[in-house]
């Protein structure tokens, strides 16, 4: 059974970084694509970004380009999203997700963003 564990979020002012990670298991990690999703109070969830299992990676929307990246490590079975200049309207929960398992979430880990 697909697991995700979501971690490192918090509370940072506007211009900080956080690093999200999310541990994944009951899957062949590194042949699976993953992503990173995020949304908001009141909003859809909305993708942020993707990595394949051999690192190709695209970021979503253009709103966070340029900001958010997306890395993996398939020796340990982990996702990350590096978030710098953050703005107050990336405050969300942000969730990982495997693209060929869409039913699977974990419980998504919140990230706030004060002015």
């Known amino acids: 059974q697909v697991h995700l564990v979501e971690s490192g979020g918090g509370l940072v002012q506007a211009g900080g970084s956080l690093r999200l990670s999310c541990a994944a298991s009951?899957?062949?990690?590194?042949?699976?694509?993953m992503a990173w999703h995020r949304q908001a109070p009141g909003k859809q969830r909305e993708l942020v970004a993707v990595?394949?299992?051999?690192?190709?990676?695209?970021i979503h929307p253009d709103s966070v380009k340029g900001r958010f990246t997306i890395s993996r490590d398939n020796e340990k079975n982990m996702v990350y999203l590096q978030m710098n200049s953050l703005k107050p309207e990336d405050t969300a929960v942000y969730y990982c997700?495997?693209?060929?398992?869409?039913?699977?979430w974990g419980q998504g880990t919140q990230v706030t963003v004060s002015t």
């Open positions: 990595i394949t299992g051999g690192g190709y990676s695209t």
């Open positions: 009951g899957i062949i990690f590194r042949i699976n694509t």
């Open positions: 997700n495997v693209v060929s398992y869409p039913g699977y």
